[in-house]
């Protein structure tokens, strides 16, 4: 048997802007929402594979001084609270790097490179970096130490603005979703005014009467908001295959898709959830003023 | 319970623009009575019934139905008070979207009673009152006096304890009429209170139930048994 209602809320105009600006929203919502979670996932992916924080420049001296001072540095910097690992950068490294950089390196003198050391710090202590930076000039004048983590700050600040903006924007969207449920069910009151009083006149409760647009907004909601995240992943997979295809290299974890899995598959449920119960609550208050 | 479904007392009402209609009217129903309410077209016969079926507030003074004051209730409960009425509006007040069928059993879904069988007895009611071939067909094409009949059986299907019904004869020919009144009788017999409004002197003359008589803004209550005039 055909599922009846009691209020011909099918037929509404209201009824019709509904489904169309839940299902965008939706479709809107889970990018906004997956695109989040990429930008959390690969900033800590990059944080643990951050392994130099500061780096010190030990300039090129005669050979015999030059790898003593090396070694003298290295040593300050073991007894430093506040450092996990400092080793000093490969020769042959540097000379590749350069290499990339300039094309030949033929002509160079290279052994007058100076050498590198890569620092990395620890978060359980802090680190006194002048006072390190002091002791190294005490050993050489033209020791240098050059300081990344600021820049790293920025960078991470940077990150968490963008996870912060599109999280907003993921809840704004849904916002906008019930706000436009809210809308409908009030204009639907408006326009039923007549048919309700008639069904409050032959004894139906408010609560019959909301339950009426609760289920229609509920049925609504999920065929609109399961259209906008199918339309999403949809979007999704075609951005992931075009990115494979410019051959982006960025190693997605498996979790990453669980997550993005998730969001496609749980949003229209949520939405449609919190439409429900906005609309019960919208319709109840509307009928008791 | 109270032995009395409805008392008034004192009640009057004017409408915001409009008539003064009744100054002080005090009368009790007592329940399982059958009264005809009558008075001239325009005395306010559809009005008191409004305000018994609590679709008009009195103006001024009390109003007491199944022993409660509907005026002091919270509007949540109101629906319960309303559950105890049946009421055949003047106008019908059918639902234009909804069959025949699923008018009359909507009365019984909103008391919570499961569809299939809702469905049942309002079929039921319809074969009773006439209309066994217009069970799935919209109210829009059904002539008046059909229109009447899904409004009395929407009105009864529920077996109210108090039975509002405001000119149910109007649109029906006399032989119509006389089945329906054996209907509301039918009805009182089994404990329903029953007030039908109406000008239709040969029902009134039929039927040797008391009046409410509505006269210069008061309402006059005759005995039962009252010799026709
Ligand atoms: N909603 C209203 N607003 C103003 N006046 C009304 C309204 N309803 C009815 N009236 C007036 O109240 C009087 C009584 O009307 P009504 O109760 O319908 O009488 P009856 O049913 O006996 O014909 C009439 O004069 C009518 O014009
Ligand atoms: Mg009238």
């Given at each position: 048997m055909k599922n009846r209602q009691d209020l011909p809320l099918t037929h509404d105009i209201a009824a019709r802007f509904l489904p169309i600006i839940v299902g965008l929203m939706v479709y809107l919502g889970c990018l906004c929402c997956v695109f989040t979670f990429f930008v959390f996932d690969a900033t800590h992916s990059w944080k643990k594979q951050l392994t130099t924080h500061v780096t010190i420049e030990i300039p090129r001296l005669p050979s015999e001084s030059s790898d003593t001072l090396q070694a003298r540095v290295l040593q300050l910097l073991n007894k430093?609270?506040?450092?996990?690992q400092a080793a000093a950068v490969p020769q042959r490294e540097l000379e590749s790097l350069l290499t990339s950089l300039v094309g030949t390196t033929s002509s160079m003198d290279l052994p007058s490179l100076p050498v590198l050391i890569d620092v990395a710090l620890t978060e359980e202590e802090p680190i006194d970096i002048e006072n390190l930076e002091a002791h190294l000039k005490n050993m050489d004048a033209q020791i240098q130490l050059m300081d990344h983590r600021a820049w790293q700050a920025q960078v991470l600040t940077l990150i968490q603005a963008t996870i912060v903006l599109t999280s907003t924007l993921t809840l704004l969207v849904l916002l906008t979703a019930l706000i436009a449920t809210k809308f409908a069910v009030r204009t639907s009151l408006l326009i039923h005014r007549h048919v309700i009083d008639i069904l409050h006149l032959i004894g139906a409760t408010d609560e019959y009467i909301a339950r009426q647009f609760q289920i229609h907004i509920l049925k609504q909601g999920l065929v609109a908001s399961t259209l906008g995240a199918a339309l999403a992943f949809l979007t999704f997979w075609g951005i992931m295959f075009l990115l494979e295809n410019i051959g982006f290299s960025f190693a997605f974890k498996a979790t990453f898709f669980v997550q993005a899995f998730c969001v496609f598959t749980l949003a229209p449920f949520m939405t449609s959830f919190f439409m429900m119960f906005f609309a019960r609550h919208t319709a109840l208050k509307g009928l008791y003023t | 319970m109270s032995d009395f479904i409805a008392q008034l007392n004192d009640v009057g009402h004017q409408y915001e623009e409009g008539p003064e209609i009744f100054k002080k009217v005090t009368f009790d129903i007592e329940s399982g009575s059958f009264y005809f309410l009558t008075g001239p077209s325009g005395a306010g016969k559809s009005s008191l019934l409004k305000m018994l079926y609590l679709g008009l507030k009195p103006t001024w003074g009390s109003l007491r139905l199944f022993g409660e004051d509907p005026l002091k209730m919270k509007p949540s409960s109101l629906p319960f008070l309303r559950q105890k009425l049946g009421v055949v509006f003047q106008e019908f007040k059918l639902l234009d979207y909804l069959k025949v069928i699923d008018n009359v059993s909507l009365p019984l879904r909103v008391r919570g009673i499961e569809a299939r069988q809702a469905r049942k007895h309002a079929e039921e009611l319809l074969n009773w009152v006439g209309l066994s071939d217009a069970l799935?067909?919209?109210?829009?094409?059904?002539s008046g006096g059909q229109k009447q009949r899904v409004a009395i059986a929407r009105a009864i299907v529920t077996r109210p304890q108090l039975l509002l019904a405001d000119?149910?004869?109007?649109?029906?020919d006399d032989e119509i009429a006389l089945k329906l009144l054996h209907l509301f009788e039918e009805l009182n017999k089994m404990g329903t209170t029953v007030i039908i409004a109406t000008h239709n002197q040969n029902l009134l003359e039929k039927s040797p139930n008391p009046l409410l008589i509505i006269k210069e803004g008061t309402i006059i209550k005759t005995s039962p048994q009252r010799k026709s005039s």
């Open positions: 430093t609270p506040g450092i996990r | 799935n067909v919209y109210p829009s094409i059904l000119e149910p004869t109007g649109n029906v």
